[in-house]
């Protein structure tokens, strides 16, 4: 019954705005240590060089795109199920730093992709879905943007983020699938990793710090959609913010 309380707008605002703070400030940490660690401790690597060192970004915002997108449906369950607001305005709140992080993906892939095979692009399976992955995000984006009614708009986003899901395994597995370009994971649950732990360590601290990235941007956009959708109702006009906004603006007028 707790987690149903902050369902609602009004409760979940101010607990975003305790939250996003300290997640920011967590991934800049982790973000200099990843960054310490992955550029300056870590050795070359035997085949590829110092070329190697963009899978500190490259890998964490991938993995992150991906989850993003899982997360993005998962709160259009929610959404369609139980008919929670706030489901539809999380939901708006990840898609661009989602696009963002699959446009940064397929960039560092590129920039990793002319060293070691020669060009910047293949239609390489893996390369091939994480670009549609992309062309969803904006095609979520754009979708509820062009339609007026915020339930219509959530309810047409949803099934987008739903049927938009199944591209997300087919990324993971593809490499698996089919005979690509793309090397396999370095990194699997269930196999001991294939990297020189220092390297390893690097990247986990970098994905942590993409991952609470994420989540402060995420909770920092859906204070703003809260403040939109709700700005006539009572409860918004009494916040400290907004009435301190009012002031202002009175006083240039």
């Known amino acids: 019954m707790k987690l149903f309380h902050y369902a609602a707008p009004q409760n979940f605002y101010p607990l975003a705005g305790r939250l996003w703070p300290w997640l920011a400030g967590l991934a800049s940490a982790l973000a200099l240590a990843g960054l310490w660690v992955g550029l300056v401790l870590a050795p070359s690597d035997a085949q590829q060089g110092q070329a190697y060192r963009i899978i500190y970004i490259?890998?964490?915002?991938?993995?992150?795109?991906?989850?993003?997108?899982?997360?993005?449906?998962?709160?259009?369950?929610?959404?369609?199920?139980?008919?929670?607001?706030?489901?539809?305005?999380?939901?708006?709140?990840?898609?661009?730093?989602?696009?963002?992080?699959?446009?940064?993906?397929?960039?560092?892939?590129?920039?990793?992709?002319?060293?070691?095979?020669?060009?910047?692009?293949?239609?390489?399976?893996?390369?091939?879905?994480?670009?549609?992955?992309?062309?969803?995000?904006?095609?979520?984006?754009?979708?509820?943007?062009?339609?007026?009614?915020?339930?219509?708009?959530?309810?047409?986003?949803?099934?987008?983020?739903?049927?938009?899901?199944?591209?997300?395994?087919?990324?993971?597995?593809?490499?698996?699938?089919?005979?690509?370009?793309?090397?396999?994971?370095?990194?699997?649950?269930?196999q001991s990793p294939r990297m020189a732990s220092v390297m390893l360590t690097g990247m986990l601290l970098m994905s942590g710090a993409v991952w609470l990235y994420a989540a402060a941007i995420a909770l920092w956009r859906v204070r703003s959609l809260i403040l939109l959708r709700d700005s006539h109702a009572a409860w918004v006009q009494q916040l400290p913010e907004v009435q301190a906004y009012r002031a202002l603006r009175e006083a240039a007028a």
Request: glycine share 8%; proline share 4%.
């Open 58 to 190: 490259h890998v964490p915002v991938s993995w992150m795109a991906m989850l993003i997108y899982l997360a993005m449906a998962f709160w259009s369950v929610l959404g369609l199920v139980f008919q929670t607001r706030l489901s539809g305005l999380m939901t708006r709140a990840l898609a661009p730093t989602g696009a963002l992080l699959a446009f940064l993906s397929l960039w560092t892939g590129a920039l990793w992709g002319k060293p070691m095979w020669g060009t910047y692009w293949v239609w390489d399976a893996r390369l091939t879905s994480m670009l549609l992955l992309l062309f969803l995000y904006l095609g979520y984006i754009a979708l509820t943007s062009a339609i007026e009614d915020p339930r219509r708009a959530d309810r047409a986003g949803a099934l987008v983020a739903l049927v938009g899901a199944v591209n997300v395994p087919i990324i993971y597995f593809s490499v698996k699938w089919w005979n690509t370009l793309h090397q396999g994971a370095s990194v699997s649950l269930t």
